[in-house]
């Protein structure tokens, strides 16, 4: 009897080892893809428009004669401030991913980049941010700081930097990364973006849409009403290389 209880305990135990085991995996490779995700994973699934900036410098010197006609329809004003936070940190030159939202037929942005945790406490000191005085979500903290150029919040997540004007789309970039179950598992977008990946020397705008068309459509212009027409004759999600000149750009894709 004694035996056959003791091999029953080694059995258990055996089980109890390889479920610890099994958890202990998962955790640790959930932490690890969220720390080394591509940027694309902390954009929600609802979003209208993502604009994936690979040569920060060559965009921000080449859009900025047309930066009245991006605000107009992306919303790219709070990219100043946005680059006025790395150039704090002297982070200017990695990846940067805007994600737009449509709230009430306004666009409202999120802008996220990859960053080092000791450039994120940096410009704490730098901001004089009181670590007090921010919002707690989950483990992060969401900070608020006014700009000459918008009021934003601000979070460092898995070593992403993310900035937006509103708190909650920040929690749901937040969320994103924790549990990817969006962009990258619609069939559509993840076809296109496998492309996107190839060339990430250029600058891209992907567009949903069905989503985005209701913000063009606000504008009573032939231009813009283009593209709308272009866009909407295509899949859900488009793909477009975006380039620019001194007075004007060009989408190609």
């Given at each position: 009897i004694m035996s056959t209880n003791a091999k029953a305990w080694g059995i258990s135990l055996a089980?109890?080892?390889v479920v610890l085991v099994a958890v202990a995996i998962f955790f640790y490779a959930n932490f690890f893809r969220q720390t080394n995700a591509p940027l694309i994973e902390t954009v929600p699934a609802d979003a209208a428009f993502v604009v994936e900036i690979n040569d920060n410098e060559q965009f921000v010197k080449s859009s900025a004669s047309l930066m009245p006609y991006l605000t107009e329809l992306f919303a790219l004003d709070g990219l100043a401030g946005f680059e006025s936070f790395l150039e704090k940190m002297k982070q200017k030159n990695g990846e940067i991913v805007v994600?737009?939202?449509?709230?009430?037929g306004k666009v409202i942005p999120v802008f996220s980049t990859r960053m080092d945790e000791h450039y994120f406490k940096n410009m704490l000191k730098?901001?004089?941010?009181?670590?007090?005085?921010?919002?707690q979500f989950e483990e992060y903290e969401i900070y608020s700081y006014g700009t000459h150029y918008k009021d934003f919040k601000f979070v460092f997540h898995n070593s992403v930097f993310s900035v937006s004007e509103d708190v909650e789309l920040l929690k749901k970039t937040i969320v994103q990364l924790e549990y990817p179950k969006g962009l990258s598992k619609d069939r559509t977008f993840k076809k296109l973006h496998?492309?996107?990946e190839k060339n990430t020397k250029q600058n891209w705008l992907l567009i949903n849409a069905e989503k985005y068309a209701s913000v063009i459509t606000q504008h009573n212009n032939e231009e813009y009403a283009a593209l709308v027409e272009s866009t909407l004759q295509k899949a859900s999600w488009c793909a477009y290389q975006i380039r620019f000149t001194e007075s004007d750009f060009s989408l190609s894709g």
């Open positions: 089980c109890v080892g994600s737009g939202f449509v709230e009430d730098l901001l004089q941010i009181d670590p007090r005085n921010h919002i496998k492309l996107v």
